[in-house]
């Protein structure tokens, strides 16, 4: 069992920046694909960035150029640093990790969320 713990939410001016955390812990298997997704009221969850264990990066299109995720295969953490926020950007996110005994049978897990709200 994966536990995701996040950090770094908070509210933000538009043009602001932000930092999230996602610190993962008890897996037994290998962490392969990290990523934050987002949901605004009355909008279904979306992916906004994703990251391999080898690097391999992807993001939506609406945070290319202002979000860059990374992350630290030896902490099982990874980050999202989210510059030039735009209200549109509020939201919970959340830190999704997958998990298994090997890429072909993968577990989903989630953190509890984390609000970014970003003012006008």
């Known amino acids: 069992q994966v536990q995701l713990v996040e950090s770094g939410g908070g509210l933000v001016q538009a043009g602001g920046s932000l930092r999230l955390s996602c610190a993962a812990s008890?897996?037994?298997?290998?962490?392969?694909?990290m990523g934050w997704y987002r949901q605004a009221p009355g909008k279904q969850r979306e992916l906004v960035a994703a990251?391999?264990?080898?690097?391999?990066?992807h993001y939506a299109d609406s945070v290319k150029g202002r979000f860059a995720i990374s992350r630290d295969n030896v902490k099982n953490t990874q980050y999202l640093q989210m510059n030039s926020l735009k209200p549109e950007d509020t939201a919970v996110y959340y830190c999704?990790?997958?998990?298994?005994?090997?890429?072909?049978?993968?577990?989903?897990?989630w953190g509890q969320g984390t609000q970014v709200t970003v003012s006008s």
């Open positions: 008890g897996s037994a298997f290998r962490i392969y694909t």
């Open positions: 990251i391999t264990s080898g690097g391999s990066t």
């Open positions: 999704n990790a997958r998990s298994g005994p090997t890429q072909w049978d993968l577990k989903d897990y």
